[in-house]
């Protein structure tokens, strides 16, 4: 699987089912388009404002903005602990914010987790060294409107959203990893390894 469908796996949490439904997204530079980015369901220039302004809580209880230091590339990850592929990429997107600390940028993971206790329990387990916030399925993934996680998105040093994708297979990842250190070097990001351009 590449990518969980929120609504569906949060229904099949609940309901007890034991399938979750993939579906695949990317979606290079959507810069100042005024449409929704693929895998996000409102505008860009809105996307970046919701982004910008919903408070957020580290798991230590402490106040994080996504929109401070500015001049930062940002890397923001939703993820759940019951999402395989979001498991599968935490490591890789932890390698990447070792990387940004050296040129002005970080990955902050976003947690739509009801219960802290299982984002915890996947940190310890696995050792990862980033900034994770517990926001919960009703915060900036409903705002947002998500279709799937994991979904992450790039925003360039002005605040723009500069790339966006649901991919967590290996060519996705490369995709993400290319697209953030284009970004941070302040080059145009590229057309997609699918060869679709933004929407």
Not at 78 to 92: I, V
Not at 94 to 101: D, S, T
Not at 159 to 175: C, I
Request: proline share 7%.
């Amino acid at each position: 699987m590449n990518s969980c469908p929120i609504l569906s796996s949060l229904l099949a949490r609940f309901a007890g089912a034991a399938m979750l439904t993939a579906a695949l997204a990317v979606t290079p530079a959507p810069s100042a388009a005024a449409g929704p980015a693929s895998g996000v369901g409102v505008p860009a220039p809105r996307a970046a404002e919701l982004l910008r302004s919903h408070a957020l809580r580290a798991l230590d209880g402490s106040p994080l903005s996504l929109s401070e230091p500015r001049g930062q590339v940002v890397v923001i990850n939703f993820w759940a602990s019951w999402c395989a592929p979001c498991r599968r990429e935490l490591p890789r997107l932890a390698m990447l914010n070792e990387e940004l600390k050296q040129q002005g940028g970080r990955v902050v993971a976003i947690s739509i987790d009801e219960d802290r206790r299982n984002v915890e329990r996947f940190l310890r387990a696995n050792r990862l060294r980033l900034t994770v916030a517990l926001d919960g399925p009703d915060g900036l993934a409903r705002q947002l409107d998500l279709r799937n996680v994991p979904c992450t998105i790039v925003l360039g040093r002005s605040g723009e959203l500069a790339y966006v994708t649901s991919r967590s297979d290996e060519q996705g990842l490369d995709a993400l990893v290319a697209a953030t250190r284009a970004v941070a070097a302040g080059k145009p990001v590229a057309m997609d390894v699918t060869g679709e351009r933004a929407r």
